[in-house]
C-alpha cells in the first residue's frame, strides 16, 4: 500500500471513530411511539396559561386551571421547600415573583404559602394542589429544579406522579436528576433541558456550558427528548435529534415554531391543541 493511501486510511478509521465516539455521548434513549403520542405534536403553556399583565400570574393554580379549561398541555416547575415539601415555582429565589430576598428553599411550606404572586391572591402552590386542579385535562412537561437536595426531589416528585391518573414527562438541566428517572422510573419519558453554551452565563463553569449546551452528557441519562431554547443548535443537538430525540422548544412567542419541533413550549398567545 503506498504511504499516502496508508495515511488516507488512518485518517478515516481515526474520523469513524471520533464520529461513533461522538454519537455514543448525544445519543437519545429510545422511546415507544405510544409513550411519545401524548406529547407529540401538541402546544404546552410555559407555567400554565399565565397572563402578560400578570393578573393570572406563572404556576399559579389559575393559571394553570386556565391551561386546563383550554385543554393545554402545561410546562410547569418543582423544588422542594425548607420543610421538605414539592412547590411549584421556578426561580431560586423569591425575589422576581414575590418581592421577597430569599432563597425558596429558605423557607418552609407554611411561610411559602403565605406568599402573594405578582401582588394577586394567587399563593405558592403545592405540587399536589397542581395536579388535582388539573385532573389529567392535559398532559404535562415537570421540570426538576436543580438544588441541594436532588434525590429527595426526585423521589417525592416520582411519589406524587405514580398515584397521578393524568399523562405526564419529566425535564431537568441537570442530567443527573435525569439520570435518577432513567435507573428508578425507565418508564416514564424524560428530556434533558439545554440552552446554547453562552447563555448559561455563569450559572455553571465554561467547561460544565460547554458540554451541557451541547448536549454531550446525554450518555449519562438518554433523555427521549431534547428540550433546546431557541437559538441556533449545534451540531451536536441535531445529530440527538437525528438519532430519534423529540424535538421540543421553548419558550414560543409565535406559531412559527410549529414547523420545526415536535413539541411547542409557548406564553403570551393562543395557539391550537395540536399541530400537524
Known amino acids: 500500500m503506498k504511504i499516502h493511501e496508508k495515511l488516507l486510511l488512518d485518517a478515516s478509521l481515526v474520523g469513524l471513530a471520533a ?10 434513549g429510545r422511546a415507544r411511539k405510544k409513550d411519545k403520542k401524548p406529547f407529540m405534536y401538541k402546544n404546552f403553556a410555559h407555567r400554565g396559561l399565565h397572563k402578560k399583565d400578570k393578573s393570572i400570574p406563572e404556576n399559579s393554580l389559575a393559571a394553570f386551571e386556565r391551561a386546563s379549561s383550554y385543554g393545554y398541555g402545561m410546562e410547569l416547575d418543582v423544588q422542594l421547600s425548607k420543610d421538605g415539601k414539592v412547590v411549584v415555582f421556578h426561580d431560586d429565589t423569591l425575589n422576581r415573583v414575590c418581592g421577597i430576598d430569599a432563597r425558596v428553599d429558605e423557607k418552609t411550606y407554611d411561610e411559602l404559602s403565605k406568599m402573594s404572586l405578582c ?20 398532559p404535562l ?17 416520582y411519589a406524587l ?14 442530567p443527573f436528576i435525569v439520570r435518577w428517572f432513567k435507573k428508578n422510573a425507565p418508564e416514564v419519558i424524560r428530556g434533558q433541558l439545554a440552552n446554547p453554551p453562552k447563555d448559561y452565563n455563569g450559572e455553571v463553569n465554561p467547561v460544565t456550558g460547554f458540554l451541557l449546551g451541547n448536549v454531550l452528557l446525554n450518555f449519562l441519562a438518554r433523555p427521549q427528548f431534547i428540550a433546546y431554547k431557541i437559538a441556533p443548535k449545534p451540531f451536536t443537538v441535531k445529530l440527538c435529534e437525528a438519532l430519534g430525540a423529540m424535538k421540543v422548544c421553548w419558550t414560543s412567542h409565535e406559531w412559527i415554531n410549529e414547523k420545526s419541533y415536535d413539541v411547542v ?5 393562543k395557539p391550537k391543541l395540536k399541530f400537524k
Not at 19 to 28: K, S, T
Not at 119 to 138: A, C, D, H, N, Y
Not at 162 to 169: D, L, M, V
Request: aromatic share 12%; with cysteine; net charge positive.
Open 19 to 28: 464520529l461513533g465516539g461522538l454519537v455514543f455521548l448525544v445519543a437519545p
Open 119 to 138: 401582588g394577586s391572591q394567587q399563593t405558592i402552590p403545592l405540587f399536589s394542589e397542581v395536579l388535582k386542579t388539573v385532573r389529567g385535562r392535559g
Open 141 to 157: 412537561i415537570v421540570e426538576l429544579k436543580n438544588g441541594k437536595k436532588n434525590q429527595e426531589l426526585c423521589e417525592k416528585t
Open 161 to 174: 406522579l405514580r398515584r397521578y391518573s393524568g399523562e405526564y414527562c419529566i425535564e431537568s438541566f441537570n
Open 265 to 269: 413550549i409557548f406564553e403570551f398567545y
